[in-house]
């Protein structure tokens, strides 16, 4: 089993940048895939990014490509969301998550607000 921490959530204005960390503890790091997920105010919640074990691939939801890199470090046993030219449509509780190979994103972190003004 793992646990999530995330942090670096804020207020920030539009066109301002924040990170975004997930500290993981348990289980062996790398041995899940990771991925950041987001909830605004009456909207389901949907995945931002992702990436596999060993990090040479991710994903991105189109809204946030070219503004949003996720990245991880297996020795820090850290994920990362850099995100940049933020709008106020990101407004939303940012959450990370992992998931063992073939399985569905079983753990999550408690979440880390995100607040862009205009």
């Known amino acids: 089993q793992v646990q999530l921490v995330e942090s670096g959530g804020g207020l920030v204005q539009a066109g301002g940048s924040l990170r975004l960390s997930c500290a993981a503890s348990?289980?062996?790091?790398?041995?899940?895939?990771m991925g950041w997920f987001r909830q605004a105010p009456g909207k389901e919640r949907e995945v931002v990014a992702t990436i596999n074990r060993s990090g040479d691939s991710t994903n991105y939801v189109d809204s946030v490509k070219g503004r949003f890199t996720i990245s991880r470090d297996n020795v820090k046993n850290t994920v990362y969301l850099q995100m940049n030219s933020l709008k106020p449509e990101d407004t939303a509780v940012y959450y990370c998550a992992a998931r063992l190979p073939a399985s569905q994103y079983d753990y999550w972190g408690q979440g880390t607000q995100v607040t862009v003004s205009s």
């Open positions: 348990g289980r062996t790091f790398s041995s899940y895939g």
